[in-house]
């Protein structure tokens, strides 16, 4: 690797380093689908506090992240001060699970707030533009010079990825003068998966961003209609062949302009905006509509055939249509905005059909919008053996306790998060997470056994027998010389009962082994009625 000197900002002070141990550089290595590497001409898009971005990556190689390397800018390339980045690792929402319709961070896997990095300018020879997804801010050519960041996580905060798994990497840069100076996170000229999201601090409400509107084209459109529904002029600007044509399966008029070529890749946005009268003072009707070319049609018509679906063309597969009015002519001036989500169609319209009206000028203003991804690399060591190993300590704060007992059932039975690092889930060292690492732990905290492994497999898997059937009449559970009805036996109350002691429980959560009847391995946990708090026991003999 190339050495240079750059600024690694300590708080408010200046280390000179050597990049041997700061910067990366193509070629050295990463640990993510491929790196997102920053686009000399696209965006810095505001990621200044209460501003949060976020980007996804898949994990190439299982192991621990130490680093990650990002690249960042300054709104009018006045350069402020940050005191910190706030960063996270986040769970993939997929889109066809997410209630946005797009894919988003999900659960929270690691927050960190850094105050130490590495970081190197760089002055390309092009100017870049400055974005704000939330004001919709949009100033081309507002900058020149850019910086990479690279951060490099303390062990603690070291994260352990599976390969062929999807995260999300959130930043939010504090910075000391808010008002003076805004930092954004630079695009990408690489994309993958699905496109960068924005969210503000407090409302993690995640809105898909895409590349934003510079040039879009604008067309002109007029009609006239008479009281008996009689086409009496029309036309528009840079519209396809004679104009307005009528489609008589369906009664509309329809003027179309073309946009772009098709892709699947990015997404057509539309504002349309029109005036429109009553020509007499006779009763009026209109129905006004966007509609488009389908992904059909641009794939039944090879990119040579530069012509939108004409009248007598199966219209039902071949345009697609959403009403954005329908009713009484009202003299005015209206406005509406649209979407395509799912491609860019090559053609766009607007229809009318109807009597007695008169539009003298509107417009469509419309554009492709391409994806916006986000420049960032993640890096880290390769899979160890033993390093950074501590089984027993599931919960990961530096000790062996109750509260990794707790992690660990949790885990295990109840639905909870799972151990920062698989192998300080294995206790005894088998490879295997399973019970009885849950009884090993028991035995080394509260009846002096043997201490945890100091080494296991780098990622261990759970190896717990499927929980059977707890239908009534497939299980038969005994409970302290009790035999209830056929069935689970939670909610059978029990009480514990020592020299002058007396507390009553509810059993509310049964693991069995796998053998239907409660016995020996089995997990219950109990609710107190007394204390109003859960606790578990580990059936040693009924």
Request: hydrophobic share 40%; proline share 9%; charged share 20%.
């Amino acid at each position: 690797m190339i050495k240079k000197i750059v600024f690694v900002t300590m708080g408010l002070s200046l280390l000179l380093v050597s990049s041997m141990f700061a910067d990366w550089l193509p070629g050295d290595g990463h640990k993510m689908h491929f790196p997102q590497l920053p686009d000399e001409t696209g965006w810095a898009v505001n990621a200044t506090q209460p501003m949060i971005l976020a980007d996804d990556w898949q994990c190439s190689e299982t192991g621990w992240i130490k680093d990650f390397h990002f690249w960042g800018a300054w709104k009018n390339g006045l350069e402020g001060q940050i005191q910190s980045f706030v960063l996270s690792i986040h769970d993939d929402i997929p889109a066809d699970q997410s209630p946005t319709g797009w894919s988003m961070p999900g659960n929270t896997l690691r927050e960190i707030e850094i105050f130490d990095w590495a970081v190197v300018p760089i002055d390309p020879p092009t100017l870049e533009g400055w974005y704000d997804p939330a004001s919709g801010e949009i100033i081309p050519d507002d900058h020149q010079a850019y910086w990479q960041y690279n951060v490099f996580l303390p062990e603690a905060d070291w994260f352990w990825q599976e390969q062929g798994t999807i995260y999300w990497f959130n930043i939010s840069a504090i910075v000391a003068d808010p008002s003076g100076t805004t930092w954004g996170w630079k695009s990408s000229v690489d994309h993958f998966n699905d496109d960068a999201v924005w969210a503000t601090w407090g409302n993690l409400n995640w809105i898909e961003m895409y590349e934003p509107w510079t040039d879009p084209r604008v067309n002109d459109f007029f009609i006239t209609v008479d009281p008996v529904g009689t086409f009496l002029g029309g036309g528009g600007s840079d519209a396809y062949g004679q104009g307005w044509y009528y489609y008589p399966n369906s009664e509309w008029w329809n003027i179309w302009f073309y946009d772009h070529p098709f892709t699947y890749d990015n997404r057509k946005v539309a504002h349309i905006e029109y005036d429109i009268f009553p020509l007499t003072p006779e009763p009026s009707f209109v129905e006004i509509a966007v509609n488009w070319s389908t992904d059909f049609w641009s794939l039944d018509h090879p990119p040579g055939d530069s012509f939108p679906p004409l009248p007598g063309e199966d219209e039902a597969l071949y345009i697609g249509r959403e009403i954005l009015y329908a009713g009484e002519v009202v003299p005015g001036h209206y406005t509406f905005d649209w979407t395509w989500p799912d491609y860019n169609p090559e053609w766009v319209s607007i229809d009318v059909r109807g009597f007695n009206f008169e539009i003298p000028g509107g417009f469509i203003r419309h554009d492709c919008n391409a994806s916006l991804d986000l420049s960032f690399v993640v890096t880290g060591g390769a899979p160890d053996t033993c390093d950074n190993q501590y089984p027993g300590d599931v919960n990961n704060d530096g000790t062996i306790g109750i509260n990794d007992i707790t992690y660990l059932v949790n885990w295990l039975y109840m639905g909870g998060a799972a151990p920062p690092v698989m192998a300080n889930a294995d206790p005894n060292g088998d490879c295997c997470i399973d019970i009885d690492d849950i009884v090993y732990l028991i035995d080394f905290v509260y009846k002096g056994g043997p201490p945890p492994v100091a080494c296991t497999c780098v990622n261990p898997p759970v190896c717990m027998t499927p929980s059977p059937d707890h239908t009534f009449g497939k299980v038969r559970s005994f409970m302290d010389g009790f035999i209830p009805a056929m069935g689970d036996p939670s909610g059978h109350p029990v009480e514990e009962l020592w020299p002058n002691y007396h507390e009553q429980m509810l059993v509310d959560f049964w693991n069995d082994d796998g053998d239907g009847v409660l016995t020996r391995n089995d997990v219950l946990r109990f609710w107190s009625i007394t204390y109003n708090a859960p606790s578990y026991a580990f059936v040693e003999e009924v």
